[in-house]
């Protein structure tokens, strides 16, 4: 996300009962890698990418850019969440002009189950509401992904659409940042 508005970034680390949301570092390198190669990972999102490709493009500090927290559990990086804006060429928007800020999020099998992402994505979303208050977010996903449907449901998203893309169908939905959490 390359306009964050009165948002200075990177923020401040952003705290939970369990987890730090932060900027990354160079020690998150291997972890972002890992993410990217899983098939476990991938099963929802194009499949895993070779891990030699990886080990050359992966820059010695991923992910730091503008609307990507990196997750943190004990020191370690455990997934990541992007708060980006929705390409105008995807179906799905919510606003005429596209535009929109769409939330993604990756975790390590090892973290799944947990609440993690619930968690999470929670946090990110608080801190965007902060950031740019009244701004809705939305979040796409493949029906078949039952995880991610249910955090959908759990984060307050609400269905706007479903249609096919990347040969399955995808789920579009909003949130409204005055729309509760829980």
């Given at each position: ?42 099963t929802?999102?194009g ?18 850019r ?117």
């Amino acid at each position: 996300m390359t306009d964050l508005g009165p948002a200075a970034w990177p923020p401040a680390p952003t705290r939970t009962e369990r987890l730090v949301l932060r900027e990354s570092e160079a020690r998150d390198r291997a972890a972002f890698i890992e993410l990217f190669a899983s098939p476990e990972v991938g099963t929802y999102i194009g499949g895993p990418r070779p891990r030699d490709e990886l080990e050359r493009a992966v820059p010695e500090v991923p992910g730091r850019r503008p609307g990507l927290f990196v997750i943190d559990l004990g020191g370690s990086m455990i997934g990541m969440i992007t708060l980006d804006r929705r390409d105008p060429k995807r179906p799905g928007h919510i606003r005429p002009g596209a535009g929109e800020t769409e939330l993604g999020y990756m975790f390590l099998p090892e973290a799944w189950g947990y609440g993690y992402a619930a968690e999470a994505c929670a946090a990110a979303l608080g801190w965007f509401a902060d950031a740019r208050p009244g701004e809705p977010v939305v979040l796409c996903t493949q029906t078949a992904n039952d995880r991610a449907m249910r955090l959908a449901a759990k984060l307050g998203f609400i269905e706007v659409e479903r249609f096919e893309e990347y040969g399955a169908e995808q789920w579009f939905g909003v949130r409204s940042s005055a729309t509760p959490s829980g």
